[in-house]
């Protein structure tokens, strides 16, 4: 299969950089998947599972806060946080809804509010999608 | 002249002081390699925010956000000023507020308005003797022992907030960029209105123009992205400024260390010469007493 040159990095560090078959990214609007030579798209990703299949080995990171830009060079993730999804566990997720919930009390505005009970029943559909 | 008592006193504390220099710059040497490391992990992502802003910010028309076109006003500056937790650093500190006052003096001789956040102690205790009224704020990075994205975020929220909320009209940061261990330079950054560096914008346009699908919008991409850019710019700022500090705290440590050497070895020899004299001194009065018998 042809490959293409995928990257993940956070603000902290890179976590991935390589030539990949394919990644399945979770898009606000959707998951989807990119293969060699997809159509430049850029895209919000909403919390999730990135799952990077290159060279016969699978990767699963999950990813929160991010932006996908797929472009003629490649595949490009950023992500505000990011870990291995063996790392995770259902604690800092639970931590996370804590958070989410925080903001939709404090919110000012109804904007504010808007987007952060949309994070929240995002993190919700997460943790359920994991099983955890 | 000073007892020879005296001599073996000053000698012994500049060796303590040598010892304690010595290790602060050990401790510095150790600690710029970790600041260095996380600066450097850093940097694709900074990059790569900037590429992606350059690239939608050139194909935005009209009606763009006010975090990257600016409220249209110029009346009040927020100064975020971000500046080491401790001293003993050379002119870390100093040379950070120096480019900080220069800048306050300059808008204040224009008219306007400044108001100054401060990150770091060092920066407040500098700054707050001439500009108490316009500090609004001190954040403090004290209890903070691994720099995350998140205490980047915490201000980049806040300036947000701040701005949000019609408290200034232009952010500018300042910081100590990290070149080497014997080179940093501060800096003064615009933060909003974001400023995009020309020749990224031609690099953009030079390069192969894709045709890009955005997802939701266009405008909605760039309403989330440029917040999250102001915080990535801060929080790259402070691990330049941890890097900085180490390097600065690194040589002047290692002045000092120096210093001190030079010191006992004068005092050494100040010491012999006087023991000496007083050795000389004493077998002439014995000779000269056995003589006189």
């Known amino acids: 299969m042809a490959t293409f040159h995928f990257e993940l990095v956070s603000p902290e560090k890179l976590l991935f950089s390589g030539e990949v078959d394919a990644v399945v990214a979770p898009g606000a609007e959707g998951v989807f998947t990119v293969l060699k030579d997809h159509a430049p798209v850029m895209t919000v990703l909403k919390p999730g599972v990135v799952e990077i299949d290159g060279a016969g080995k699978k990767e699963k990171l999950f990813v929160r806060g991010g932006f996908a830009d797929v472009g003629l060079g490649g595949f490009t993730i950023l992500a505000e946080y990011a870990i291995p999804v063996a790392d995770l566990d259902a604690a800092k997720i639970d931590a996370d809804i804590k958070d989410a919930s925080e903001d939709v009390a404090d919110a000012k505005s109804d904007e504010a509010r808007r987007l952060a009970s949309e994070k929240l029943g995002q993190l919700q559909e997460l943790k359920a999608a994991l099983g955890l | ?293």
């Open chain 2, 1 to 293: 002249m000073p007892s020879l008592k005296d001599l073996r006193n000053r000698i012994s504390s500049v060796k303590a002081t040598q010892k304690i220099t010595k290790a602060m710059q050990m401790v510095a040497a150790a600690k710029l390699r970790r600041a260095q490391a996380a600066a450097e992990a850093a940097r694709p992502y900074a990059e790569r925010i900037e590429k992606v802003l350059a690239n939608l910010a050139g194909g935005v028309s009209s009606g763009a956000p006010v975090l990257l076109a600016g409220n249209g006003r110029d009346e009040t500056h927020l100064l975020v000023v971000a500046t080491a937790e401790r001293g003993l650093c050379g002119a870390f500190n100093s040379s950070i507020v120096r480019l900080a006052r220069e800048h306050i003096q300059r808008l204040q001789g224009q008219g306007k308005t400044v108001k100054i956040l401060c990150v770091g102690k060092k920066g407040y205790d500098q700054l707050r003797r001439n500009y108490e009224k316009n500090i609004i704020e001190l954040i403090e990075l004290r209890g903070v022992r691994q720099l995350g994205f998140e205490q980047g975020d915490a201000i980049g929220r806040k300036v947000i907030d701040l701005f949000e909320s019609g408290e200034f009209d232009v952010a500018t940061l300042f910081f100590s960029r990290f070149k080497s261990v014997i080179q940093q330079f501060p800096t003064a950054l615009q933060l909003i209105p974001a400023q995009i560096s020309a020749n990224e914008n031609e690099a953009a346009v030079a390069g192969p123009q894709a045709n890009y699908e955005y997802e939701p919008g266009q405008d909605e991409i760039l309403a989330t992205l440029l917040p999250r850019n102001i915080s990535v710019q801060i929080f790259r700022a402070l691990l330049e400024n941890a890097a900085s500090e180490q390097g600065a705290r690194m040589s002047a440590m290692d002045n000092a260390t120096r210093n001190a050497g030079d010191m006992i070895k004068k005092q050494t020899t100040l010491y012999n010469r006087s023991r000496q004299a007083i050795i000389t001194k004493e077998l002439i009065e014995i000779i000269s007493g056995a003589e006189a018998l």
